[in-house]
């Protein structure tokens, strides 16, 4: 393992071409060409375990982004009543459409226009509808993807796909992938954090499995309906020594630790636990503050507003500005965006738990000199459908049945192109048809963004080099600025 | 002579004969080799080592032949040699005693055992700690769990929808087993052989049958079969075989010799194995408990069987009606899903699974002339446009020998169907009349009182009939478990099935006395030859696949299995002494665990692209003496124990680090870190905590109060693994593992700062020092070392130990925060009619973080009621509202300021009140996921009046969570006085004093050092 290959990617200028020398880089590329896992990280992690699997680490090439948080709206929001406007749903009202329901969960009927309206917003003109009216202030920042696509209508395998590039297999997650590609900035907090209201989603911690890859690039899950620290993070906090009874005992072990080094200096798995009761210490304060948002002024809490969704973003920010590589949102246990019954009702809501929450990220995010370097991702797991859904006798529930033929994501940031609506689904949204994008796709372009080639950042694993994007992906260079 | 010697190393207990060695190194070797009966001829992929024959390879010869144990010496020492190498010098007795006893145990050993073992000056001392170790039942317990990885294991199935139980009925009787076949040293070849097919290989041996957990406490895939048997491919090849046949599920292997046909040969034999839960006791004891578990598993487990065989029987009358649409929907493949769970289906559907059994029936009579569905294919094979004409002219020439179509087919095609849609119509009214026909002698028998006929008299009725009755039929759902047939029911119906299923899991789940089960595999009714699924896609078929072993191994004589589902004759290929993989991914294992990596580094690949060995013909000479001794586990670890090389120190050798870093080579032994299970065995067995209880069902052993059992009995729940696991690397029991990463990372060292669970250790640590030391701080010092490090300190450690506990404790400082006596928490009722709190009593118990009902929450009695500093939550009836009151400790005037908030959606919300004992209430709040500010101006009290902040459920109890942090100020002319609710909270003041004493802080730092969890 050869330690000079990970370099410190502190340095966040966003702008500047990436501080690795040349030999190290072309070392790296050459190695990154067998795969990362087979040379990069397997050795660090058996052979020489001396380093942290969180330290800071260069990617392929130069990525605009460097960390990413993503905002996940579990469940499925439409897209037909948010980025995607349909007005010939409206013509055909009641009616069936044109063409056969395509297959889905549940049986749907007629054309369900939405019940929201859209008006353009900046000066891209870029629709978006009327439950979003802070986030539309932002409108030119965001790069809608209106022609994704997934692979069953069925949550649980559709969460896989989107989280873990694969809808079956037990696989890492992106956010595992992406701090096992770029270490942490921050060894003082975990590199990748899920921030979830209330409990899990449905297929729990499988949503940010590190799969195969080492237990330290897992998500760490943080119920963030507790204000409390110690629920937070577990063991942040001791409930047995204060802090100068601690740091006495950590003295002492430094000394202990030190004695028995002497006779076995070139050990380095002894150091690095040395130095991971250091970190560990430090974590404790870092962390602590991290998630206080008390600790923020006044008017910056008033901008991300009340309720667990403000508190739960601006802990996100707090977090990216202190280091932490990938942090996902959720919106709460279990599947809140699935909206079988009265979507009117519910998808306002929902979009209004977010709405200011989001637009206050992007614009503080972007105040701060962030938004250039930390990508937002913004979308479910599927869309719904345009047509109404049924109950068994027939009449409508009023609601949208599950969709994966077609459905919105948004990027932000990280070198998105603002302002701007790439592929389009069919006249009434129900099917990706004008460039669609898979799944893999926009992985492909996460972590193009973040400076990897997709195809080249793969890990060694029974017998394979396993990739994010399986055998597919195409990067969607037509919203990169 | 030296022949018989070379062999006694594996049959005796391993005391090697180390001067017979020294004399003859190479001549017994010479001897061992030709005393080995002659290999079978096996002509393989070649070109790969790992798929030739084990080779007879002879220890090489050495120059410095004094210092060679046994045979395994001479390979280490010849290729040190060779690069210039020494090996270290033997390990200090004590360190070579805690390194074995890890080894074998997961535990260290007790300071007596190193003392007696350091007096033992005997030549064979340590050969005979090995045995002691080797016999000890915690050697099973460590070994075991290294099979557990390599077994994924869990507890749980993963998730499961809302559908099943989501806890396996006792897979423990697997680890068990496991545990107890190590102990009893059980040959390694039947150790697999059972795993894989113990309902076939001893079906007479109960307690064996659990083997089979191996292959069914995988994860359940949402029921998906072909995940569930990719993951039994990839556990039964990676595991026992090192070989990643799972990689050719979609392609053929990149690198190995590893066609796509051969992961369909191994898909066809667990495909025809179905699942069956069995009891592992003949006839249970009867005792009291005993049988009122019975009744209550036998009532439920009729009420299962009685609704699913009523529910098949529905079910597939439902599909004999339907022939017709079945047969339609053959012309439409693609329309229906292969499994999976993307359709919500009612009794209105097409069942895809039945769409798929018809297809796989008729395809089954594509060859030759079938006389129904001969003219099916006939017409699938022609044009569209062609088809009337088709059918004509095979009608007309179908009068020979070869082609006699039955004659209901031949009356109902008398005139020639315009295309497959009729064609498929017509095949269904063939099947409709016969159905009725034979409805009708059934109905005609049973008017009569006759006995029921058993078919139709005419022979071509009696041959359609078949195809709608028989147990084959494509319209019977097949008499197999719910995990096995699960769709070809609604989804409905799934649903009530599984609910149903889970209250008799649930009954051997939960009863503590029931009989031990296991989940096992038996052969299922014979089925068509599997066919290779084309990239994979269960929808794209392409040529058959009989099923039979791999092809890399089996050699160009491969013949299909014959018996049955083929899975016993895999098991006997695999635990094969003729296989060229199994006996070397057994003996590499065992190696890596005391060497800290394999010879071949990747233990469950040792395909083409796997590093070569370091020694490869010594990794050949121990997988032939490991088979020839009869696949004893327990001969491999003495022999590897016994061996120079195991028993050199861990001292650093500048040269050779520089030559070999990797260490590959051994010239010093490798420092281990303790895994998670044995760093936390041994902080319970050094504080003489340790409960040694064997086997079970799992216990909980994440949150207070802690269980003091052995890790491997900690309950395995593959769904929520928990954060301690993860971050100390435990293996991920989704998939097979071959072995666990070794990452440090700081969450590892905040667990052992800050978890309760380590300071309680510390703090038993301290109890037991001071009860065999009282008064003597130094003799404490000298105890704690010898307790957790198995030696005297040095005299500087001594020193820096009584310094320590000299200080004065830093612990001390904060004083327990003690709650103003203002503030109490209770619960009570608002009397709607005096606007009073009535029956207020304080909430009993503390939890550290909350004032609730008990230790249990929610209680039994107070249910949910709970208040912390911030929020809480209102006891289940009205009568139980939780009341955070104050107390006015002089006549004041106060204001109240505070916001209460509710937001939870679902439920109809609280009621909030402000409550004054002398006027009343002074502010009320109705809040559904909603806030209000709940603030009063002022208010005059009198000393002792009580101010309540309530909060009931309001009406019914669902989502009652709220959030209120009352802050309560003095008005002038008093000087400020602020209690808020949130700063002034706390537990009793009689709480015990949770900082750990300079003695327990002491024993502390000892756990957390290096010297602790490293092994030299």
């Known amino acids: 393992m050869n330690l000079p290959l990970w370099t410190d990617t502190m340095n966040d200028s966003g702008r500047k071409p990436h501080p690795v020398t040349a030999p190290s880089r072309r070392e790296f590329l050459t190695r990154c060409g067998m795969g990362m896992g087979a040379v990069g990280l397997a050795g660090l992690l058996n052979a020489a375990p001396s380093a942290n699997p969180l330290t800071p680490r260069a990617p392929h090439y130069f990525g605009r982004a460097k960390r990413v948080i993503h905002f996940f709206l579990n469940g499925g929001p439409s897209q037909v009543d948010t980025f995607d406007p349909k007005p010939a749903l409206a013509t055909y009202a009641g009616k069936p459409l044109p063409f056969a329901n395509l297959r889905t969960e549940r049986k749907t009927g007629a054309a369900f226009p939405t019940p929201f309206k859209f008006a353009q917003h900046g000066a891209s003109g870029l629709p978006i509808s009327d439950i979003f009216p802070k986030l539309s202030a932002h409108a030119d920042e965001l790069a809608v993807i209106r022609s994704m696509h997934a692979e069953v209508p069925n949550h649980e395998p559709s969460l896989m796909l989107m989280n873990c590039g694969d809808s079956v297999q037990s696989r890492p997650s992106v956010g595992s992938w992406v701090t096992y590609g770029l270490g942490a900035e921050n060894q003082n907090l975990p590199g990748f954090i899920v921030l979830c209201p209330g409990g899990f989603p449905i297929r729990d911690s499988d949503n940010w499995t590190a799969g195969f890859l080492p237990g330290a690039f897992q998500g760490t899950m943080v119920d963030s309906q507790h204000t409390d620290l110690d629920k937070l993070i577990e063991n942040i906090r001791s409930r047995h020594a204060t802090p100068g009874g601690q740091q006495r005992q950590l003295e002492l072990l430094r000394r202990l630790n030190a004695d028995h080094q002497r006779a076995r200096a070139t050990d380095d798995r002894l150091e690095a636990r040395?130095?991971?009761?250091?970190?560990?210490?430090?974590?404790?304060?870092?962390?602590?503050?991290?998630?206080?948002?008390?600790?923020?002024?006044?008017?910056?809490?008033?901008?991300?507003?009340?309720?667990?969704?403000?508190?739960?973003?601006?802990?996100?920010?707090?977090?990216?500005?202190?280091?932490?590589?990938?942090?996902?949102?959720?919106?709460?246990?279990?599947?809140?965006?699935?909206?079988?019954?009265?979507?009117?009702?519910?998808?306002?809501?929902?979009?209004?738990?977010?709405?200011?929450?989001?637009?206050?990220?992007?614009?503080?995010?972007?105040?701060?000199?962030?938004?250039?370097?930390?990508?937002?991702?913004?979308?479910?797991?599927?869309?719904?459908?345009?047509?109404?859904?049924?109950?068994?006798?027939?009449?409508?529930?009023?609601?949208?049945?599950?969709?994966?033929?077609?459905?919105?994501?948004?990027?932000?940031?990280?070198?998105?192109?603002?302002?701007?609506?790439?592929?389009?689904?069919?006249?009434?949204?129900?099917?990706?048809?004008?460039?669609?994008?898979?799944?893999?796709?926009?992985?492909?372009?996460?972590?193009?963004?973040?400076?990897?080639?997709?195809?080249?950042?793969?890990?060694?694993?029974?017998?394979?080099?396993?990739?994010?994007?399986?055998?597919?992906?195409?990067?969607?260079?037509?919203?990169?600025? | 002579?030296?022949?018989?010697?070379?062999?006694?190393?594996?049959?005796?207990?391993?005391?090697?004969?180390?001067?017979?060695?020294?004399?003859?190194?190479?001549?017994?070797?010479?001897?061992?080799?030709?005393?080995?009966?002659?290999?079978?001829?096996?002509?393989?992929?070649?070109?790969?080592?790992?798929?030739?024959?084990?080779?007879?390879?002879?220890?090489?010869?050495?120059?410095?032949?004094?210092?060679?144990?046994?045979?395994?010496?001479?390979?280490?020492?010849?290729?040190?040699?060779?690069?210039?190498?020494?090996?270290?010098?033997?390990?200090?007795?004590?360190?070579?005693?805690?390194?074995?006893?890890?080894?074998?145990?997961?535990?260290?050993?007790?300071?007596?055992?190193?003392?007696?073992?350091?007096?033992?000056?005997?030549?064979?001392?340590?050969?005979?700690?090995?045995?002691?170790?080797?016999?000890?039942?915690?050697?099973?317990?460590?070994?075991?769990?290294?099979?557990?990885?390599?077994?994924?294991?869990?507890?749980?199935?993963?998730?499961?929808?809302?559908?099943?139980?989501?806890?396996?009925?006792?897979?423990?009787?697997?680890?068990?087993?496991?545990?107890?076949?190590?102990?009893?040293?059980?040959?390694?070849?039947?150790?697999?052989?059972?795993?894989?097919?113990?309902?076939?290989?001893?079906?007479?041996?109960?307690?064996?049958?659990?083997?089979?957990?191996?292959?069914?406490?995988?994860?359940?895939?949402?029921?998906?079969?072909?995940?569930?048997?990719?993951?039994?491919?990839?556990?039964?090849?990676?595991?026992?075989?090192?070989?990643?046949?799972?990689?050719?599920?979609?392609?053929?292997?990149?690198?190995?010799?590893?066609?796509?046909?051969?992961?369909?040969?191994?898909?066809?034999?667990?495909?025809?194995?179905?699942?069956?839960?069995?009891?592992?006791?003949?006839?249970?004891?009867?005792?009291?408990?005993?049988?009122?578990?019975?009744?209550?598993?036998?009532?439920?487990?009729?009420?299962?069987?009685?609704?699913?065989?009523?529910?098949?029987?529905?079910?597939?009358?439902?599909?004999?009606?339907?022939?017709?649409?079945?047969?339609?929907?053959?012309?439409?493949?693609?329309?229906?899903?292969?499994?999976?769970?993307?359709?919500?289906?009612?009794?209105?559907?097409?069942?895809?699974?039945?769409?798929?059994?018809?297809?796989?029936?008729?395809?089954q009579r594509e060859r030759g002339h079938d006389p129904v569905f001969g003219l099916w294919h006939?017409?699938?094979?022609?044009?569209?446009?062609?088809?009337?004409?088709?059918?004509?002219?095979?009608?007309?020439?179908?009068?020979?020998?070869?082609?006699?179509?039955?004659?209901?087919?031949?009356?109902?095609?008398?005139?020639?169907?315009?295309?497959?849609?009729?064609?498929?119509?017509?095949?269904?009214?063939?099947?409709?009349?016969?159905?009725?026909?034979?409805?009708?002698?059934?109905?005609?028998?049973?008017?009569?009182?006759?006995?029921?006929?058993?078919?139709?008299?005419?022979?071509?009725?009696?041959?359609?009939?078949?195809?709608?009755?028989?147990?084959?039929?494509?319209?019977?759902?097949?008499?197999?478990?719910?995990?096995?047939?699960?769709?070809?029911?609604?989804?409905?119906?799934?649903?009530?099935?599984?609910?149903?299923?889970?209250?008799?899991?649930?009954?051997?789940?939960?009863?503590?006395?029931?009989?031990?089960?296991?989940?096992?595999?038996?052969?299922?009714?014979?089925?068509?030859?599997?066919?290779?699924?084309?990239?994979?896609?269960?929808?794209?078929?392409?040529?058959?696949?009989?099923?039979?072993?791999?092809?890399?191994?089996?050699?160009?004589?491969?013949?299909?299995?014959?018996?049955?589902?083929?899975?016993?004759?895999?098991?006997?290929?695999?635990?094969?002494?003729?296989?060229?993989?199994?006996?070397?991914?057994?003996?590499?294992?065992?190696?890596?665990?005391?060497?800290?990596?394999g010879l071949v580094r990747t233990p469950s690949d040792l395909g083409t692209r796997a590093e070569p060995p370091s020694h490869p013909e010594l990794l050949d000479w121990l997988a032939r003496g490991f088979v020839t001794g009869g696949w004893s586990q327990k001969k491999l670890h003495r022999l590897i124990m016994n061996s120079a090389a195991y028993q050199q120190s861990g001292t650093e050798n500048p040269a050779a680090l520089a030559m070999d870093p990797e260490n590959r080579l051994l010239a010093t032994f490798p420092r281990q870190r303790m895994d998670y299970e044995a760093l936390r065995d041994s902080m319970l067995f050094v504080a003489g905590e340790l409960d040694e209880q064997r086997g079970g069902r799992p216990v909980g052993m994440h949150t207070a109060p802690f269980s003091t059992r052995r890790s491997i009995y900690g309950l395995v729940d593959r769904q929520f693994v928990p954060g301690v696991l993860r971050v100390f690397d435990f293996a991920n029991p989704d998939m097979h593992c071959p072995q666990r990463s070794a990452t440090t990372v700081p969450q590892q060292s905040l667990f052992l700062l800050n978890s309760p669970f380590v300071a309680a250790r510390a703090r038993a640590l301290a109890a037991r020092v001071e009860r065999d030391s009282p008064g003597n701080v130094e003799s404490r010092v000298r105890a704690l070392y010898s307790a957790i490090y198995l030696r005297e300190p040095t005299a500087q450690q001594l020193a820096a130990g009584m310094e320590f506990l000299a200080a004065p404790d830093s612990n001390l400082q904060p004083v327990a925060k003690t709650v103003p006596p203002e503030w109490q928490y209770g619960y009570g009722e608002v009397n709607a009619t005096t606007g009073r709190v009535t029956g207020f009593k304080a909430l009993p118990y503390f939890s550290g973080e909350a004032w609730q009902g008990s230790a249990v929450y929610p209680d039994d009695k107070l249910g949910w009621a709970k208040l912390t500093g911030t929020s809480g939550h209102p006891g289940n009836i009205l009568a139980h509202a939780a009341v955070r009151r104050w107390v006015a400790p002089a006549d004041v005037a106060v204001s109240i300021t505070g916001t209460v908030k509710h937001e939870a959606q679902p439920g109809d919300g609280i009621r909030a009140f402000i409550i004054s004992s002398g006027q009343g209430v002074l502010g009320q709040w109705k809040l559904h996921h909603t806030q209000a500010e709940a603030a009063v101006a002022k208010v005059e009290l009198r000393k002792g009046d009580t101010l309540d902040f309530v909060v009931d459920i309001g009406g019914t109890l669902s989502h009652d969570d709220f959030q209120w942090t009352p802050s309560i100020q003095t008005l002038a002319p008093l000087a400020a006085q602020i209690w808020n609710a949130r700063a002034d909270f706390g537990g009793p003041p009689t709480a015990t004093q949770p900082w750990l004493r300079p003695l327990e802080a002491y024993a502390h730092v000892l756990l957390l050092a290096n010297e602790f969890a490293f092994v030299d």
């Open chain 2, 1 to 363: 002579m030296t022949c018989k010697m070379g062999t006694s190393m594996w049959q005796s207990k391993g005391h090697v004969v180390r001067s017979a060695i020294k004399a003859a190194t190479a001549v017994v070797c010479v001897m061992l080799a030709a005393c080995a009966a002659p290999t079978k001829e096996r002509v393989v992929s070649k070109s790969h080592w790992a798929f030739a024959p084990v080779q007879e390879t002879q220890p090489p010869s050495v120059k410095h032949t004094t210092w060679p144990r046994n045979p395994i010496d001479a390979f280490i020492l010849s290729k040190l040699e060779a690069n210039g190498l020494k090996p270290a010098a033997p390990a200090e007795k004590r360190a070579l005693l805690r390194r074995a006893t890890y080894d074998l145990t997961g535990l260290p050993p007790t300071p007596a055992e190193a003392d007696a073992f350091v007096a033992d000056t005997a030549p064979d001392a340590f050969a005979k700690a090995v045995d002691r170790l080797l016999d000890s039942p915690r050697y099973g317990e460590r070994w075991g769990r290294y099979w557990l990885d390599v077994a994924r294991y869990s507890d749980t199935k993963g998730y499961v929808y809302a559908r099943e139980e989501r806890f396996w009925v006792h897979a423990h009787t697997y680890r068990d087993w496991v545990i107890r076949a190590l102990n009893d040293d059980l040959p390694y070849d039947r150790f697999l052989l059972l795993q894989l097919a113990a309902d076939q290989a001893a079906p007479k041996d109960l307690n064996a049958q659990a083997a089979m957990g191996f292959l069914t406490v995988g994860r359940r895939f949402l029921g998906v079969t072909h995940d569930i048997i990719d993951d039994r491919i990839d556990a039964v090849t990676r595991g026992m075989l090192g070989l990643t046949v799972s990689c050719a599920r979609c392609h053929n292997h990149k690198y190995d010799p590893i066609p796509t046909a051969d992961y369909y040969s191994l898909y066809g034999v667990f495909h025809n194995s179905v699942e069956k839960m069995i009891s592992l006791e003949p006839a249970p004891a009867r005792t009291e408990t005993h049988s009122a578990f019975e009744k209550e598993y036998l009532a439920k487990a009729k009420t299962f069987a009685d609704t699913f065989a009523t529910r098949r029987d529905e079910t597939s009358a439902r599909a004999r009606g339907r022939a017709g649409d079945y047969l339609a929907a053959q012309l439409n493949l693609s329309g229906f899903p292969e499994e999976g769970f993307d359709q919500i289906l009612t009794d209105k559907d097409l069942i895809p699974a039945f769409v798929r059994r018809w297809r796989d029936f008729i395809s």
């Open chain 2, 378 to 597: 006939h017409l699938r094979r022609v044009p569209a446009g062609e088809v009337e004409r088709a059918a004509a002219a095979y009608l007309s020439q179908s009068n020979s020998a070869t082609q006699k179509p039955n004659l209901l087919v031949r009356a109902a095609f008398i005139t020639p169907p315009k295309d497959m849609a009729e064609v498929a119509a017509r095949y269904g009214r063939l099947f409709a009349e016969v159905e009725a026909q034979w409805r009708d002698v059934l109905d005609a028998a049973r008017k009569k009182g006759n006995p029921l006929p058993t078919g139709l008299a005419s022979p071509d009725v009696e041959e359609i009939r078949r195809i709608l009755y028989t147990p084959d039929s494509p319209c019977v759902v097949p008499d197999t478990g719910i995990a096995n047939n699960e769709s070809f029911f609604t989804t409905d119906q799934i649903e009530a099935l599984w609910k149903l299923q889970g209250e008799v899991d649930r009954v051997l789940i939960r009863t503590p006395g029931a009989t031990p089960h296991a989940l096992v595999l038996h052969d299922g009714p014979a089925e068509p030859q599997p066919r290779v699924f084309l990239r994979g896609k269960p929808a794209s078929k392409g040529d058959e696949a009989p099923r039979q072993f791999l092809s890399a191994l089996a050699g160009p004589q491969r013949k299909p299995f014959s018996q049955g589902s083929g899975r016993l004759e895999l098991a006997h290929a695999i635990a094969s002494a003729d296989n060229p993989l199994t006996a070397r991914v057994a003996v590499n294992r065992i190696w890596r665990h005391h060497f800290g990596a």
């Open chain 1, 274 to 481: 040395i130095q991971s009761f250091e970190l560990a210490y430090r974590m404790q304060m870092e962390a602590a503050d991290a998630f206080d948002i008390t600790r923020e002024p006044a008017h910056i809490r008033a901008m991300y507003g009340e309720g667990v969704h403000a508190r739960q973003t601006l802990i996100a920010r707090r977090l990216v500005e202190r280091g932490a590589r990938f942090v996902q949102l959720w919106h709460g246990a279990g599947q809140p965006w699935d909206n079988h019954d009265n979507i009117e009702g519910a998808h306002r809501k929902l979009a209004r738990d977010l709405d200011q929450p989001v637009a206050a990220l992007l614009a503080d995010l972007k105040q701060r000199g962030m938004l250039e370097s930390t990508l937002i991702i913004f979308g479910g797991e599927f869309g719904r459908t345009p047509t109404v859904e049924l109950k068994n006798d027939g009449q409508s529930r009023l609601g949208r049945d599950h969709n994966h033929y077609g459905f919105s994501v948004w990027l932000a940031g990280g070198g998105v192109k603002g302002g701007m609506a790439y592929g389009a689904t069919d006249e009434f949204g129900f099917k990706a048809e004008e460039n669609p994008v898979s799944v893999h796709d926009l992985h492909a372009t996460i972590l193009h963004l973040l400076g990897f080639d997709h195809e080249r950042f793969t890990y060694r694993y029974a017998g394979r080099d396993f990739r994010l994007t399986d055998v597919s992906g195409r990067v969607v260079k037509e919203i990169i600025a």
